[in-house]
């Protein structure tokens, strides 16, 4: 029996406009738990979700994101930005270093609220749900500019995230930009 060892920059990698995402553990390595490097663009918003059976774990690498991770007192079908919990949560913005669990039924959200790229690790318990799920969201962004979004709703019913807030992608109106290349650890 042998483990596996990923290089820095290698794995499989997905690459659109709207997303970076690089494979690193999957279950056709054997895994129980499929875990990915993705490189979160300005303007990207993953909307708020929950998913029935799911767990998910995302740790900040670089660069700063919004995260969000409650139940809210009132949910708004049109964003997630201003929610609160019972208690007073509210989104954190977070840096480097920075990591969030979900366990499964937990409304959650992430978004890059900044003009530079972030990166995050991603796990995701079971495989390989979300290894499809990413590959079929490469598919609906490469369709064109704007998301489909009733596209994105049919690919997440089939993999147990129940959508709350719309995904948003709205990168800054800079002629030059361009997500980042993928960035070795």
């Given at each position: 029996m042998s483990g596996l060892i990923?290089?820095?920059g290698q794995g499989r990698k997905?690459?659109?406009k709207a997303q970076d995402v690089t494979f690193k553990v999957t279950a056709a390595d054997g895994s129980s738990l499929s875990?990915?490097?993705v490189v979160v663009p300005p303007g990207f918003d993953v909307g708020a979700h929950t998913h029935t059976h799911s767990q998910e774990f995302f740790y900040v690498l670089e660069g700063e994101l919004e995260l969000l991770a409650f139940e809210p007192a009132e949910r708004t079908a049109e964003s997630w930005?201003?929610?609160e919990s019972p208690g007073g949560d509210r989104a954190v913005r977070a840096g480097e270093g920075s990591c969030m669990f979900v366990p499964p039924g937990c409304p959650h959200a992430f978004r890059n609220p900044t003009d530079e790229p972030a990166r995050m690790l991603f796990q995701s318990y079971p495989s390989p749900d979300?290894?499809?799920y990413f590959e079929e969201i490469v598919e609906i962004f490469a369709a064109g500019r704007s998301v489909d979004s009733d596209a994105v709703q049919r690919m997440r019913e089939r993999y147990d995230v129940n959508q709350i807030t719309p995904l948003r992608f709205d990168p800054p109106a800079r002629p030059d930009f361009a997500p980042a290349a993928h960035h070795a650890a």
């Open positions: 990923v290089p820095p997905l690459v659109t875990m990915f490097e930005h201003g929610w979300h290894e499809r």
